[in-house]
């Protein structure tokens, strides 16, 4: 038996290119005790500090993470109120250099007013009028008037995309959140759905978060709740899929002890729906046997070479076209800037 097993590409169905600079980010000035306060004292404080530059290192290593996790493709969802314009040409050139693919979306919001708003649903049609490949983004329902929810929706059929958008996630959204569900189209997709209501029909794909579920304390999705496909993605804690995946059958595991790792391994095979390409890509690993039950019990599965577009762009774990030394270290000097902003 050969010591190598080998796989495409793995999808992360949703992510937040712009946290990779996160980890080890000063403390808010009063710990949060509730979602709505992770949101408040953490996340919009970090968008709010963000600029184009630290947008596009915070891009280039979380797309070389997720290279050296065996993920070649990412749906993404940005914010970053203060650089708007051009973000996603960054996000979208910052990933191409790393040979990455990536579904780009702004996350349109009215928290920063109705100028805001029109700036997020401005630079996705810019994006998508321009030939970028991505979804219209939305923040969530609680967040944004009625006009911007409508905005956005014609936005997304005008450009025959989907709306890629967080979906009672916690409690504060649960009514406006179930709303825009019912509103939904088979090329959306809804994120999180934690406090969607059981038995909620709605079109679309749902993106299941676990490990972000639960440092969020939001609760379990329950995501055979619904008839909907579900694919696995990582709320912005990095792209590792196999890990996902590994949490994803635990955590459905402890609710259900019959529960089978082909289903979780079902989600995450889903992401090929939203980046059909990533299949013909190649991924090499250090375990022989790339199973739901073999690897809904082994730690430590590793790339060893990858393949993108027919192009080796992993060897032997190591990056072939890029410096990986030198994108963690630019990556290093964003992040102390942008924890200087914060």
Known sequence: MSDHG????LVCGHHH???????GMPAPPTSPTKFIEILQRVWWRLDRALDLEMIEWSAKL???????SGCTAIVDHHESPNAIEGSLSVIADACAEIGVRVVCAYGITDRHGSDGAKAGIEENRR???????????????????PRTIDAAISL?????????VHVAEGAVDAGGGADLARRSKPNWLLVHGVHLPDGIEFDGMMAHNP??????????????RFDSPVVLGTDGIGANMLDEFRLAFAKLREHDVEASPEVPWEWLTNGWQLVPEAQDDVVTWSYPTMTPWHLGYSTGVRPIDVIVGGKKLLEDGQATSVDSDEIRAKAAEQAARLFAAL
């Open 62 to 68: 979380g797309a070389l993470e997720a290279l050296e």
């Open 6 to 9: 080998v796989t495409p590409g």
């Open 127 to 145: 994006f998508l009028s321009e030939g970028g490949r991505g979804m219209v983004g939305l923040h969530a329902a609680f967040t944004c008037e």
């Open 17 to 23: 290119l712009y946290s990779s600079l996160a980890r």
């Open 211 to 224: 490990r972000s579920n639960m440092n969020n304390s939001v609760g379990y999705a329950h995501p055979l």
């Open 156 to 164: 997304a059929e005008e450009h025959n995309v989907g709306l890629h």
